[in-house]
């Protein structure tokens, strides 16, 4: 796990975080973290991106939230604050929808890595459910696909549904496909009996006559 402290303005007594941090990384049982400081730049968002850490520490109100700090959080990345309850709110806010981490700008290194390790946690979680979400989403893409291609087959063959699908099954075991490609393949088959695909265009002559116009790709 990589993790980086944002430093604020030079000489700002919030440093000192940074030292408490590595003091905690540099402890036999949390080997696995490293830790980078760095100071606060108006493209932060671009070296998070660019460098992927996974977590970051910032004390408020040294390093304020932004705009800049949700560009960040929107990569994945978790988030570790140090503040007072007098300016916790735009963390909150933030906490509702990413992995937001709050603790005490006097923290202690027993304080920090309990931060640390409860936000990695979080991460992981969170994680998890993206993937999860992803793995949904497809499923129900691939099931409108099979629905499209089931109905062209109905509609074509004049078979019921149960038919069209067992045949796109076996065809998928045939060829060692998954059944979305099966499917995929027939809609895109389909396609080619449209006037208006492959930059082939129906025109309506004067006389009522259909012409028929080539793109200048084809042509």
């Known amino acids: 796990m990589r993790a980086w402290f944002l430093q604020g303005e030079q000489r700002s007594d919030s440093d ?10 540099s402890r036999p049982e949390n080997h696995r973290w490293s830790v980078d400081c760095l100071r ?22 040294s390093c304020p939230a932004g705009p800049w700090l949700e560009d960040v959080l929107a990569q994945g990345i978790g988030l570790v604050v140090a503040t ?16 937001v981490q709050l603790m005490p700008l006097s923290a202690t290194v027993e304080e920090i ?17 993206q993937t999860r979400l992803e793995q949904l989403q497809q499923r129900l893409n691939d099931r409108i696909l099979i629905e499209k291609a089931k109905g062209i087959l109905v509609e074509r063959l004049a078979i019921s549904e149960k038919e069209a699908y067992q ?21 895109d088959a389909h396609s080619l009996f449209s006037p208006h695909m492959n930059g082939i ?8 006559q259909t012409l028929v116009e080539q793109t200048s790709e084809e042509a």
């Open 16 to 25: 000192a975080l940074g030292c408490l941090l590595r003091q905690w990384a």
């Open 40 to 61: 606060w730049t108006a493209n932060v968002a671009a070296l998070v991106q660019d460098r992927r850490p996974d977590v970051l520490l910032i004390a408020d109100p």
């Open 84 to 99: 007072s309850p007098e300016r916790v709110e735009p963390y909150l806010s933030l906490a509702e929808q990413y992995a």
């Open 113 to 129: 890595g309990l931060a640390f390790l409860t936000l990695a946690a979080g991460l992981q979680r969170q994680r998890g459910w």
């Open 167 to 187: 045949r796109m099954r076996l065809q998928s075991r045939r060829q060692r496909r998954p059944i979305r490609d099966i499917a995929q393949c027939l809609l």
């Open 201 to 208: 265009v129906e025109l309506s002559s004067r006389n009522g």
